[in-house]
T-cell receptor
Framework: GESVGLHLPTLSVQEGDNSIINCAYS??????FIWYKQESGKGPQFIID?????DKRQGQRVTVLLNKTVKHLSLQIAATQPGDSAVYFC???????????FGTGTRLKVLA | DAGVIQSPRHEVTEMGQEVTLRCKPI?????LFWYRQTMMRGLELLIY????????DSGMPEDRFSAKMPNASFSTLKIQPSEPRDSAVYFC???????????FGDGTRLSIL
């Protein structure tokens, strides 16, 4: 994929620090959420998902938090590494369909 | 295992020409999706198939766009005639039965002059 926009919000983080990327979703009926990572010249890559009956899910170095009350999703990356530099998207899915609505993305820059 | 394979990776053509983008999904995946990504609109779903049948094409921008899936291992997205505003990166993705992660190809970067 290419750069998705000149005006993407950017998060700059020191290598080794934790990163938190936020996403506000649009539909209270959405019941499944995915975080994707997109590196330059590549397609979005699945990182972690969460269903609406959970409020937290952990993977390797990543944690997703879901707050349905305020329709907010966050991705936490522990001990951020240079290889984590990419654009991160959240995607929401409404039950009963296979249509995903993607957020606009956040660019993560890891500073050495 | 091979991921989703798209071809060509880059396409540059003049307006008015027909453009055909190709996709091979992951073997065993029942769902195939075509997306378009632009700076202005982000990632947009164009159409998706289930078991080779088009289910929802409401995202297809105009009649100039068409998509087919003649078998479980191949899909095409065609633009005829192409226009400069069609310039974008087009992604194909596939997924197993049921809502779940979609696996994306690396896209076709299309430039219409």
């Amino acid at each position: 994929g290419e750069s998705v926009g000149l005006h993407l919000p950017t998060l700059s983080v020191q290598e080794g620090d934790n990163s938190i990327i936020n996403c506000a979703y649009s539909n209270s009926a959405s019941d499944y959420f995915i975080w994707y990572k997109q590196e330059s010249g590549k397609g979005p890559q699945f990182i972690i998902d969460i269903r609406s009956n959970m409020d937290k899910r952990q993977g390797q170095r990543v944690t997703v938090l879901l707050n349905k009350t305020v329709k907010h999703l966050s991705l936490q990356i522990a001990a951020t590494q240079p290889g984590d530099s990419a654009v991160y998207f959240c995607a929401e899915n409404r039950g009963g369909t296979y249509k995903y609505i993607f957020g606009t993305g956040t660019r993560l820059k890891v500073l050495a | 295992d091979a991921g989703v394979i798209q071809s060509p990776r880059h396409e540059v053509t003049e307006m008015g020409q027909e453009v055909t983008l190709r996709c091979k999904p992951i073997s065993g995946h029942d769902y195939l999706f075509w997306y378009r990504q632009t700076m202005m609109r982000g990632l947009e779903l164009l159409i998706y198939f289930n078991n080779n049948v088009p289910i929802d094409d409401s995202g297809m921008p105009e009649d100039r766009f068409s998509a087919k899936m003649p078998n479980a291992s191949f899909s095409t997205l065609k633009i005829q005639p192409s226009e400069p505003r069609d310039s974008a990166v087009y992604f194909c993705a596939s997924s197993l039965t049921g809502p779940g992660p979609q696996h994306f190809g690396d896209g076709t970067r299309l430039s219409i002059l």
